[in-house]
T-cell receptor, first 114, second 113 residues
């Protein structure tokens, strides 16, 4: 069965510091991988996605993620965090079958301090 | 493109009443839609998969008689929470399947008093 593990429940970083959020997945076929961000009381916003090709994908708001098949990982990175990046981040995995829903990790809450 | 809407965005109801939430794909047709539930400070949990013209498939532990799903057209799926109780208070999010990915609605916050 497919699953997503986000090992870090809560991360605190200083504004301007770099960020890496970890995501490991389990999936029986070639995965489609996603990172979403959610602010309190809001819906999901797609940051970036990986389907195939270049394993380093660029997203919105200066985020990037790298797909590493050998490690079953899809970690999210940002070189310099802004206070507005404070939110909940979800990694998700799915497939290319029409009836295959996305499976979400438990999320990582990011706090940004001055 | 690929916009999914939900209505209402929030609803407050009395215990025992039923609430209907609509999910629409505005600029594409979606054979498959999914309904998720998110409790405070938790992740999204899949409730059911909805296919146009057929019965929904519910995840284990989700009561199909309580959470009625209808997917009558390629652009509309509805979730009806029947005889709602305070423990049904949650954030309900739908998504519609496009060519390669799911597109998410903005969510509906249900509060049952």
């Amino acid at each position: 069965a497919q699953s997503v593990t986000q090992p870090d429940i809560h991360i605190t970083v200083s504004e301007g510091a770099s960020l890496e959020l970890r995501c490991n997945y389990s999936y029986g076929a070639t995965p489609y991988l996603f990172w979403y961000v959610q602010s309190p009381g809001q819906g999901l916003q797609l940051l970036l996605k990986y389907f195939s090709g270049d394993t380093l994908v660029q997203g919105i708001k200066g985020f990037e993620a790298e797909f590493k098949r050998s490690q079953s990982s899809f970690n999210l990175r940002k070189p310099s965090v802004h206070w507005s990046d404070a939110a909940e981040y979800f990694c998700a995995v799915g497939g290319n079958s029409g009836n295959t829903p996305l499976v979400f990790g438990k999320g990582t809450r990011l706090s940004v301090i001055a | 493109g690929a916009v999914v809407s939900q209505h209402p965005s929030w609803v407050i109801c009395k215990s025992g009443t039923s609430v209907k939430i609509e999910c629409r794909s505005l600029d594409f047709q979606a054979t498959t839609m999914f309904w998720y539930r998110q409790f405070p400070k938790q992740s999204l949990m899949l409730m059911a998969t909805s296919n146009e013209g057929s019965k929904a498939t519910y995840e284990q532990g989700v009561e199909k008689d309580k959470f009625l799903i209808n997917h009558a057209s390629l652009t509309l799926s509805t979730l009806t929470v029947t005889s709602a109780h305070p423990e049904d208070s949650s954030f309900y999010i739908c998504s519609a399947r496009g060519d390669f990915e799911q597109f998410f609605g903005p969510g509906t916050r249900l509060t049952v008093l």
